[in-house]
């Protein structure tokens, strides 16, 4: 197939670029910049110029391939308008596919669904701001499927992860090192779905050549890794102390991050896997954090003085 990739040239969209084409796929990307252009040349992809806000770019890009998968979202822009930038994207990649039942992949994020319990793939997002705001683009994109578009939603684990010091994990680490305190709220025991990068990949294809209409996925490989022990690994790589914090002072030592790390969210991917016979088999987030690349070359491998508690 020929698949249009918004978000291509990112984290997780160069790791989904390099998985179609090692499928024998071709592939062409939306690149907002000469930089991530030149990125996804280096991958050996074709590019399409332009952003979110371009449209007809979108659409008339979505028309002349075989399905596309939807990857990008403006991240630092204020969540309502992300949001409704994201529901604009969707609704003009489907008028490109309207009536071809080719494949439509679209992105949302285990975190939409309620917290304290395992989610799963049959639950709706919760009625929370990320949820609000992703849940209509999940609705957007699977109501499109009356339109002849065979949509699918992959929700991804919050910690996607590789050996580099990326994502969740990686913003972690830097206000570990910015505050001198790898922390944890209450008693740590909040888990964090996670996935390496390049079993999400795996999945994203697998989405686009055989999802059913109307499915949603979850791009979940570990379950729940608790929030404790990553800030126990982290301390110990920093040769930093590794405290407990109080829920109050979440934000003001985590920052934007601050909700999320008080927030216990499992979730499952039972019926991803069955569904598509997606098994993950990537290293885990632990795994990944103490033989990656996420840390300086030389530092303790024990904890500082007065470390944990």
């Known amino acids: 197939m020929r698949l249009f990739v918004t978000g291509a040239s990112g984290f997780i969209g160069s790791a989904v670029?390099?998985?179609l084409l090692r499928a024998g796929h071709q592939v062409i990307g939306l690149a907002r910049s000469q930089a991530s252009a030149d990125r996804l040349r280096a991958l050996s992809a074709a590019t399409a110029q332009g952003s979110l806000a371009d449209l007809g770019i979108l659409r008339k890009t979505a028309a002349a391939s075989d399905g596309v998968i939807h990857l990008a979202f403006r991240h630092g822009d204020p969540l309502g308008e992300a949001a409704a930038a994201d529901g604009r994207a969707i609704d003009a990649l489907g008028d490109g596919l309207a009536g071809s039942g080719r494949p439509l992949v679209v992105t949302s994020g285990t975190l939409v669904l309620a917290a304290g319990r395992v989610g799963t793939e049959a639950d709706a997002p919760a009625p929370s701001a990320l949820g609000a705001a992703r849940?209509?683009?999940e609705q957007s994109a699977l109501a499109l499927a009356s339109r002849g578009v065979r949509t699918s939603v992959v929700r991804l684990a919050p910690c996607v992860h590789d050996h580099?010091?990326?994502g969740f994990a990686g913003a972690l680490i830097d206000i570990a090192e910015k505050s001198g305190v790898s922390g944890y709220i209450g008693d740590g025991s909040q888990r964090w779905p996670a996935a390496h990068r390049q079993d999400v990949a795996r999945l994203y294809r697998l989405a686009a050549e055989e999802a059913p209409a109307r499915s949603v996925l979850h791009g979940v490989g570990e379950q729940g890794v608790p929030l404790r022990a990553i800030a126990e690994l982290i301390g110990v790589r920093l040769g930093l102390p590794v405290q407990a914090l109080p829920p109050e002072?979440?934000?003001a030592h985590f920052g934007w991050l601050g909700a999320l790390v008080a927030t216990?969210?499992?979730?499952?991917?039972?019926?991803?896997r069955a569904l598509l016979g997606w098994n993950p088999s990537g290293p885990g987030l632990l795994d990944d954090l103490q033989h990656g690349d996420f840390f300086p070359a030389a530092q303790p491998t024990q904890p500082a003085e007065g470390g944990q508690r």
């Open 17 to 19: 670029v390099a998985e």
């Open 135 to 137: 849940s209509a683009g």
């Open 164 to 166: 580099v010091r990326r």
């Open 249 to 251: 002072r979440a934000e």
């Open 264 to 272: 216990d969210a499992p979730a499952s991917s039972a019926a991803t």
